[in-house]
């Protein structure tokens, strides 16, 4: 029995074989949980599963964290509001790649390792893509060997829970900590004080008489910090994801508590933890809200302080910190980390401004996700002075200097002063976010060629010209941890019998797989698990929906947030079309296709949950039609969520990309889907036109207008009623969507989408790219008919997709923006 012994002479839980494991899953149980054999549950196991897992992640963790003190490592600190992560066992197993070790442990122990799997909840404290991401990076930064960690909130609710009643999208909240999360260990000890409120106030320093500021008469709140072992792949490596939690910083009030006021006494407590109770549920939309403020610089606070604290550890000299310290802010909700390093360089070390800047704009990224409008961070003026008095009054400074810098270069051009200043003028006054990451930030990406391109050129085109180089991009990628050699582990399986297993850390070596394309026995294994996959994923649906479908159909998959840029509706509208194509005539031979959705609405939005009901209505007739529901089938399934995703891509022939061209920044659901052998029907939105690149014209359907098109004809003035009458089949479906075909019930009920899409002008281009898309469809129809050229297709993309590793991303952003070597460790 491999028994690794600590220096003291105790012995160390870090065995890696099928002994250790068993011996510790067993003492776990009975010492750590006090459970025996009468009184051990599901849970139970499975907990003890992972408290066998942590004892070596958290060895691991050890080491890697020494040593990275112990070559004085560069770290890099990510901080975003959101981390997608989904169930942890199955990533952190493979990671620490003993898959087989630990199946046999459990064998022995008489464990069923799918049903221990399935006690995990999914952590989904994220929206969507951004949250996703977080995930994938903190995967890849570890795989690599970058000194990283991740910062965020651990929220007491994470995204809501979607259940679907009659059709509609009801929001349950999400009670993802109910039995506690037993992958993370609270530091009790590790937590700093969150200051809001008060006001600023001026004195002469004692000293030289300079004048200072000062931040009084605060209210506080407590960050105690939670952490995750992140585990690199098979490589030692474990960093770490720190996730904050509001306390209360006084335990109660006591004068109400004495008065017998029990309930008042507890009131404030409960208001200060808060501000970690629930993620804001809303996707690529701006809530101006006090509490979404006081997350932000909760996280940005809290963060900073553990960052300085570390540095300080192994750094007196402050000019050091860009060189031992890189920040990256997923998206603007981080932002305050500019004001708020300036903060402490200015008032509590005493530096001054040029110094503390020099600091701040040498140690701070910011990663741009959205062109939408709606999207952009700007905070009332009125709201951040209130919360945070001191911040603004920097925000102000900065901005004052920024303005003198453009005065120096362009001359007194109040209009481009006005529009590039950080604080929006008018009425009501704002902070832009957005604005402030530009003017405070190293560097500024976006996330694939296209989106970065249309930043340049489009958004922040006047600061572009003012500043050419602070612009980068750095395309999205997906960690092939996770979505493949987990999701998918038979086509893991088969890739690794040809090739070898080094694309798992390098997915450029699936190029060896081209060859394969043509060799029809590979074609043949490939496409049995791919049916096998499909069926998996078929009897989930019968599980949980009751619909039959049938494994051999074309399985044609739309899964993300629901919002009209995305435009589930046009899938929707062609599942009719097809519907109505069958009723004209039952015998039509068309490929039998099963359309299946799966996305979560902001619960604010109207018409995204229209969207999901008129999906549904158009699944309750085509289902449940016997003149066509042999050939077409249409499901939403509830509560899409990562655990459903990695059942869902593995299953897909048909990834559905279609976004209007120029809305979607990159997306990562059209990478993952390509890696496990579907072709994408896209539009050239984000890195859909990079996908298509590297898989190659002929391997992919795109269709409809480009980013320039959308522009020309919104120039010329769109009209959707020329697309309605030039084309029987969309009035037809759009006819019968306002005539209540598809809700008799209420007949009524789609008329705001008849009036989005015809009496409003039909802003999201649906009817003018409809055409192009049924006539797409029906390319896809007859290339899917091809059996084996579809296979070798799907072969190809699957071989052509290893730029998209978040490997390669994460590798981008060591490189040219953090300048973090990564470090190597014995394992
Ligand atoms: P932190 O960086 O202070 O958050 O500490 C994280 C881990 O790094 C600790 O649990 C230690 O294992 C390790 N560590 C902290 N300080 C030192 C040091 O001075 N030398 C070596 N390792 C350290």
Redesign the pocket.
Known sequence: MAKKTATNGVRIRSGMDRDSLREDITLHLRHTLAKDEFSKTNWDNYRTVVLSLLDRLHDKW?NT??H???VDAKRVYYLSMEYLIGRLLDNMIVNLNIQQEVADALEDVGLDYEKIRDAEWDAGLGNGGLGRLAACFLDSMATLGIPAMGYGLRYDYGIFYQTLENGFQIEKPDLWLRYGNPWDIVRPK?QYPVEFYGHQSMYNAPNNGHIKYEWKDTRKVQAVAYDTPIPGYDNGIVNNLRLWKAESDVALDLKSFNQGQYIEAVKENQLEQNITRVLYPNDKVFVGQELRLKQEYFLVSASMQ?II??FK??NDDWTKFPEKVAIQCNDTHPNLAIPELMRVLLDDVDMTWDKAWDITKNSIAYTNHTLLPEALEKWPVSLVRNLLPRHLNIIYEINRRFMDTIRASYGNDTGKMARLSIIGEGENPVVHMAHLGIVGAKKVNGVAALHSRLLKETMFREFHEMFPDLFTNKTNGITPRRWLKQCNPDLSNLITKHIGDKWVTNLDELKKLEPLAEDKAFQKEFAKIKLDNKKKLASYIKKTTDVDVDPKSMFDIQIKRIHEYKRQLMAALHVAVLYNRLKKNPDLDIVPRTVIFGGKAAPGYTMAKLHIKLINSIGDLVNNDPQVNKKLKCLFLENYRVTLAEMMIPAANLSEQISTAGMEASGTGNMKFALNGALTIGTLDGANVEIKEEVGDENIFIFGLTVEEVEELRRQGYNPWDYYNASAELKMVLDQVRAGFFSPEDPKLFQPIIDALLHKGDYFMVLADFDAYIKEQKLVEKAYRKTSDWNRKAILNVARIGKFSSDRTIQDYADEIWEAPAVKLKK
């Open positions: 050890l964290q020494q990275y003190y112990k590790i553990d604290r570390r550890r192994s």
